[in-house]
């Protein structure tokens, strides 16, 4: 892997129906370091691979992942809405993107939410990286501290990453008398995921006072790529990895 690392944005998005197999195949042939994806659980226990907790923006199904077995799913049509030549794009389940993934690229799973909404995601999606041999090269990612908190309980060996968004006080989570750094989950995190729009000479200088890794997203210009680059980020989220390629040049 690069020391800048390029990570396709739920798949190669730009270019094929986010969070599909046709997405994945082809950010890994153009030589990805990591591939992003949204996992939420099924009725049933399953994890699928799609970025709403509903079914009605990305497929010709509707209704609340969490209300359906993933029998209901498995024949879905996630392909069509971004173009009819993907019409046999289906919802993948992680397991297969885990099978698929096998010495490809490194993975940064978000988990949106936790127990409360879907019975012991976090650990059903720790087993399944760990049944794939999949840890070390996988970040799990998450907007909620708390998320991250349970990933840490079930291991010492996962790696953490925050999601950082313009409006969250997310200066003050990582201050020495915040309640969040004082149980230590902060002090694990060691990728922050921010939005590009923040990213300064200033917010650099902070996240590398802390030796976090900065990896913003979503970026899709070339220009905008050079910037986080001249400013020192360790790396881009992005729809189209081939831009970000060019703008390493």
């Known amino acids: 892997m ?31 370091d990591a591939i992003e994806i949204d996992v939420h659980q099924t009725m049933d226990g399953k994890i699928v691979i799609i970025h709403d907790d509903t079914l009605d923006r990305t497929t010709n199904g509707s209704g609340p ?39 490809k690229a490194e993975i940064i799973v978000e988990v949106k939410y936790g127990s409360q909404k879907y019975p012991e995601i976090e650990n059903n999606v720790w087993s399944l990286l760990k049944s794939h041999n999949l840890v070390k090269t996988t970040v799990v990612s998450s907007s909620k501290v708390t998320i991250l908190n349970t990933f840490r309980q079930l291991s010492q060996e996962i790696n953490l990453g925050k999601i950082l968004s313009p409006k969250e006080l997310w200066r003050s989570l990582f201050q020495p008398d915040s309640l969040m750094y004082k149980q230590d989950i902060i002090k694990q995190v060691k990728e922050i995921h921010p939005h590009w729009s923040f990213v300064d000479a200033k917010f650099m200088k ?30 881009v989220i992005t729809n189209f990895p081939e831009i970000a390629k060019r703008a390493q040049k």
């Open 206 to 235: 902070w996240a590398n006072s802390l030796g976090l890794a900065v990896i913003p997203w979503t970026i899709n210009k070339e220009i905008k790529i050079r910037v986080m680059i001249d400013r020192g980020v360790q790396g």
């Open 65 to 103: 992942i969490c209300e359906k077995k993933y029998e209901e799913l498995k024949n879905v049509d996630a392909g069509s809405w971004f173009d009819s030549n993907y019409s046999d794009e289906r919802i993948p389940l992680f397991s297969d993107f885990l099978d698929f993934m096998k010495n």
């Open 2 to 32: 690069s020391n800048f690392k390029i990570v396709a944005h739920r798949g190669a998005s730009g270019s094929a129906p986010e969070n599909t197999f046709a997405a994945f195949e082809k950010a890994v042939e153009s030589g990805v």
